[in-house]
């Protein structure tokens, strides 16, 4: 009898951790944002030291069925984050400087925001890449586009920009905070997916590295942009060539915009694929890069900042889950 409980403890524990949902979250103003589902929940450090949390409904793009076709969910997927991030982001700025009572963004707001946010990326990402790499043709270590050796420039220059510019803004003390904060909610995640109870002495022991964070969605999508450039590009090349040099590289420069619906799209499933593929060489080749660049956008945590980041994982995951949460946070 007592090896038959033992056996049915291992499967109701074997079932919990089957059941648990899939979430996930994003650094803010000090403070985290977790997501569980159509639910999200907001966790902010106050002047007064004081936690303050806030649950809200996730905001989606597109019709609800999109988000289950593979190889077209990307890119909603990625403007709803990107939008549901930037309103917690403002109103994390908010929280931690002790306004609490000022307006929420506008769908307006936020909608100018998400194409200001984009513009710059477009500006950063794709087209100064692509100058960059025409003046290596200029100086003849590179060839026109519809050979590789363009392509290739243009992807090294992406990712000198990308990490350049993360390693820039690290020396902000504000993202810096935000980086501990970001490596707070890994570790948090961690220790709720481990199965066990969730607490600050847990969390603490996980690692601030995670294979599902946007940093490794956005290096998947630098990877994913480069293959496809190189294919596509010559491609279209082939078909459509106008005489002037300027209409030539300025079309080429949309063109590689209007990509950027199928490379997200691409990259989101690759990163699924690089989750869920077990710990062989294989998959720990697939996650290697993404989190080495995580060690640029985490930092490790104080225990105050994985306070906040349980807090908000608690009140995005609801009463259901409440019992694997320690104190203090009960």
Aim: glycine share 10%.
């Amino acid at each position: 009898m007592k090896h038959k409980g033992s056996f049915l403890r291992i499967l109701c524990l074997a079932a919990e951790s089957c059941a648990l949902p899939l979430v996930g979250g994003q650094a803010v103003m000090e403070g985290v944002l977790m997501r569980n589902g159509a639910t999200s929940a907001l966790a902010v450090r106050r002047p007064s030291g004081a936690i303050s949390v806030e649950s809200r409904r996730w905001s989606t793009v597109g019709p609800r069925g999109l988000h289950a076709v593979r190889f077209l969910r990307g890119f909603p997927i990625l403007v709803e984050t990107l939008a549901n991030g930037i309103r917690a982001l403002n109103r994390s700025a908010d929280l931690s400087t002790g306004e609490e009572d000022s307006s929420p963004m506008t769908r307006g707001q936020v909608a100018l925001t998400l194409a200001l946010a984009l513009g710059a990326a477009v500006l950063l990402f794709v087209a100064a890449p692509h100058v960059l790499a025409l003046f290596m043709q200029y100086l003849g270590l590179g060839g026109g586009m519809t050979g590789l050796s363009f392509h290739l420039w243009d992807g090294l220059f992406k990712f000198l920009m990308f990490t350049g510019y993360i390693a820039a803004i690290s020396f902000l003390p504000d993202i810096r905070r935000v980086f501990q904060y970001h490596g707070a909610e890994h570790k948090t995640i961690h220790a709720f997916e481990k199965g066990g109870p969730v607490s600050v002495e847990s969390a603490r022991q996980g690692s601030r590295l995670h294979p599902r964070c946007g940093t490794t969605f956005l290096l998947f999508v630098l990877s994913a942009a480069i293959v496809l450039h190189a294919v596509l590009v010559p491609l279209l090349l082939l078909f459509w060539e106008p005489s002037s040099a300027l209409v030539r590289h300025a079309g080429v420069v949309c063109f590689k915009i209007a990509l950027i619906a199928p490379v997200s799209a691409l990259a989101y499933e690759l990163i699924h694929y690089a989750a869920s593929v077990d710990g062989g060489l294989w998959g720990r080749a697939l996650r290697a890069p993404g989190l080495l660049l995580q060690l640029l956008t985490t930092r490790e945590p104080d225990d105050g900042q994985l306070e906040v980041a349980l807090t908000a994982l608690r009140e995005a995951l609801g009463p259901s889950f409440a019992g694997r949460f320690q104190s203090p946070l009960l």
